[in-house]
């Protein structure tokens, strides 16, 4: 036994190493979990190809459109000039003197909109620079102040964000992105103060140390002060138009799942639970009509980069859905091997309550694997069958099992070896000893706030 738990650790291990330093996911993932089968001596081309091959296939099938079409939506923002007229219009509306809550709101607003999180670093970067450096405010805090906007509270706890943390347990659970709102809106609140109180404290102490902007950094943008920006209202109309169709069409008037027979939705296309499918559903159209109003209000600006735009966005959504779909099979073999028995018993025996035990194997598997996503995606594999047994027989209801999934997911995904923080400190042209130490307090606190919240629903159901 010790041999079988030993193989998927090493696996893991490896698959973290491998991604710190930089190596593809969806190269190195199938050869760490080939290891893993060969370790505990199972079959190893059956493996691949029948349990890997099928579950990443599976995996692309259900969330490729979202990926694909967030990724475009995000771009067009940013070529019609949507995506920075909103970012300067925050940035400058609060002023120098609250630059660190200036650009935490800006990236929250582009991110609850939609917007990808890394065309959200690319897009407020140089507004954050400017005002730091105008505020004389260490540009180290500007990855975490970023990441406290963009990677945390409206990326998952928010009720209604469209970002794929907040859609993937949808599938699992047979809920909407608007699941057990008040639980979110209380989440997103801890999260968004404690991540405030640490940045303005950090920057009270560089204060007091007679620390400012700093010079000599690299990749230091450009601002050109005659640039001009679109009328706020006209920037914000595609964020809105997303968010108010996700809502209509997943819950309201317009609910899709009145749109079809269920009967021949079961017969023909073997949908057994309509609500299964619908949220997808209606983020497939609210992007789809999010795309069209950001092309619609700039078309004369988009139109001569929309063939490249285009290609860059469909290219990002390729490798990001691939990387989260590798370790997708990755999971899911996993589970086959003896050994996971073991290490299941382990997070499920750590508590008897389904949210503590949930947050505990999201969190942990988001770390090991340096993806949200991956690790959300991972963990209900595996054991969203279970959650869901487990939550019926003591009458929790599935949209609390979303939302403490959902922001579990991101809490440990943010270690060194995650790729949005290897980005975002390429953007800012900063390095991990210069600024990780903040991206880590904002992940310590929203780590915290979830498992805060999971032990308080366990206290009143």
Known sequence: MFIEVLSIVLSLGLLMFFAYRGYPVIVFAPIF?????????????????????TNAANYVKSFFPIFLLGAIFGKVMELSGAASSIAHTIVRALGSNRAILAVVLACAILTYGGVSL????????????????????????????????AFTFTMDALP?????????????????????????????????????LWLERRRKQAAANGEGYGTGHTNEPELQQ???????????LPLAIVLIGNYM???????????????????????????????????????SLGIITAILINVRQVQTKLASGLTAAAMGALLAIFNTASEVGFGNVVKTLPGFKVIQGWILGASDHPLVSEALAVNVLAGVTGSASGGLSIALEVMGKQYMEMA??????????????????????????????????????LTHRQSYKDIFAITVVKTLAVFILAFGVSLFV
């Open 249 to 287: 069409f997943s819950r309201g008037i317009w609910t899709v799942e009145a749109w079809y027979d269920p009967s021949m939705l079961k017969e023909s296309f073997k949908i057994d639970k309509v609500k299964n499918v619908v949220s997808s559903w209606a983020l497939i159209i609210a992007l």
């Open 33 to 53: 979990t080939l290891l893993a089968v060969v370790l505990s001596g199972l079959a190893l081309l059956p493996s691949y190809t029948e349990t890997f091959m």
């Open 392 to 429: 019926s027989a003591v009458g929790i209801s599935p949209e609390l099992l979303h939302r403490i999934a959902s922001m579990a997911s991101g809490g440990m995904d943010t270690l060194p070896h995650n790729g949005a923080v290897i980005t975002l400190l390429a953007i800012t042209g």
């Open 118 to 149: 890394f065309v959200v670093a690319f897009a407020v970067y140089p507004f954050a620079s400017a005002i730091f450096r105008e505020a004389n405010i260490p540009k180290r805090l500007i990855p975490g102040t970023i990441a406290l906007g």
């Open 160 to 196: 209604g964000t469209p970002q794929i943390q907040n859609i993937i347990p949808t599938t699992y659970f047979g809920t909407d992105a608007y699941a057990a709102p008040v639980v979110g809106i209380i989440g997103a609140i801890m999260v968004f103060a404690g991540g405030m």
């Open 226 to 236: 005659t640039q001009s920006y679109m009328n706020i209202w006209l920037a914000i």
